[in-house]
């Protein structure tokens, strides 16, 4: 699907509502699916990647019911009975796939994980490498999936990883819930800590110090869960609000979590005009409203080391509020960025040069060279040029943002990878431009 995309005319203006938070979304039915007891799950996300993770754990024999299009009943023993012996899909997503591997490595049957092409491409050794150190029995194609996990008892370890990654993070202790001993994690810097905060709520034995966690083994107990907004999805809204002249609007339930949050920091040492009202706190989770209003005077900044992993997934927008900043904005210890559903340090370079953005490409980030406020420039064509998605929802999402304050119509090849992470997007702008 190819998706035009025009200069913006007019301010964003009104109030709209987040969805919610993609990451807690799959950790509540997976927490929820190992738990004892019944729940009430609010304000699932919509998104394909989380209904990825539903739908297999209803394979896998938990009772999930929707009471409305929102709000799950979980009902679970903590104990799995898989419905039968077909490949569990795991779709495009990531998280998905490696948690649940964590999950399945020590129960008493076997599993098979898959997923689509995209998803078959990405980088699996960096969970099979601790879960094997465990006692689990994990083969892959050459560290990809399909993954086939064979379950068994786990010994728990003291695993240093060289990279910060919730989901090898999570994949880890998850596994450590079912493993004899205890279980830590340590990492260079401290990513995400939603599965730290679930395990807390829902009463599992765990203790953490900086970037260190420490889990027992633990069984969880069910209890209700209200899924906040996803800051990742409100980055492109905020990044819109900050770069399209006029705008002034208020994106309420917005996740504020510290270890998610580094897009605010960073937008604050740009100089950007946004503003945090009525925060307070849901289900263990920092939560609040955040006024937008376009800035006229962005400037470029410095983005690297504990950063990296609080933004890791608000890259590709950061790329282009860099681009409408006065000077410099470098990017570096992000070389994860190649390993997400594209090599997305190569293809923010690749794509974003076809408008005009002086975009430098480096081994673990980029040089984004601001225009200074200016447009977007784009020389007088024919036809729109084509920006390509490589299957990244997130390139998708971005490449609209900048097509806002370009000169000219831009052209995006596989927009359609939106409805993977945010089927709402483009529902929410058109709202904020009644």
Aim: proline residues 3%.
């Amino acid at each position: 699907m190819i998706k035009n995309v025009q200069k913006l005319e007019k301010g964003l203006r009104g109030n709209i509502t987040i969805p919610a938070d993609k990451s807690i979304s799959h950790r509540a039915v997976m927490f929820s699916s190992i738990a004892e007891g019944e729940c009430t799950v609010r304000n699932f996300s919509s998104g394909a990647d989380c209904h990825s993770t539903l739908n297999l754990f209803k394979q896998l024999g938990t009772d999930i019911r929707f009471i409305d299009d929102k709000t799950l009943k979980i009902s679970s023993t903590g104990k799995f009975y898989p419905k039968d012996s077909s490949a569990l899909n795991c779709g495009n997503s990531g998280t998905t796939m490696r948690l649940t591997a964590g999950i399945l490595a020590g129960q008493d049957f076997d599993s098979v994980l898959i997923g689509d092409d995209s998803l078959s491409k990405r980088p699996m050794r960096r969970i099979i490498e601790p879960l094997t150190l465990m006692g689990a029995d994990i083969t892959s194609v050459d560290g990809h999936a399909p993954l086939t996990v064979k379950g068994r008892k786990l010994h728990g370890i003291n695993y240093v990883s060289n990279l910060a990654s919730a989901q090898v993070k999570s994949c880890i202790l998850l596994a450590g819930l079912n493993a004899e001993g205890e279980t830590i994690f340590r990492e260079p810097y401290r990513s995400r800590n939603h599965t730290e905060n679930l395990f807390k709520y829902l009463g599992a034995d765990i203790e953490i110090k900086g970037a260190s966690v420490k889990v027992q083994p633990s069984k969880l107990t069910a209890k209700d869960i209200y899924v906040v907004g996803d800051i990742s999805s409100a980055a492109f809204f905020i990044t819109a609000g900050l770069i399209v002249k006029d705008s002034d609007f208020v994106i309420k339930n917005v996740g504020l979590n510290h270890t998610r949050s580094g897009i605010i920091d960073v937008i604050k040492k740009m100089g950007g005009n946004i503003e945090i009202i009525n925060q307070h706190i849901a289900a263990g989770e920092d939560v609040g409203d955040i006024r937008v209003q376009y800035t006229e005077s962005l400037k470029g900044c410095n983005i690297g080391g504990e950063d990296i992993p609080r933004l890791i997934d608000e890259l590709p927008i950061i790329a282009v509020l860099a681009s409408q900043a006065e000077g410099e904005t470098v990017v570096k210890n992000a070389e994860d960025l190649r390993n997400k559903e594209s090599d997305r340090i190569k293809c923010l370079v690749d794509e974003l040069s076809k408008i005009g953005v002086n975009i430098e490409e480096k081994s673990d980030g980029f040089i984004v060279h601001g225009q200074g406020g200016k447009l977007l420039a784009q020389n007088q064509v024919s036809l729109p040029p084509i920006l390509e998605t490589y299957h990244d929802h997130r390139l998708a999402m971005s490449f609209y943002v900048a097509g806002l304050v370009c000169k000219n119509e831009i052209a995006i090849n596989g927009f359609e990878w939106t409805k993977i992470s945010f089927p709402e997007f483009e529902e929410l702008f058109n709202a904020l431009t009644i």
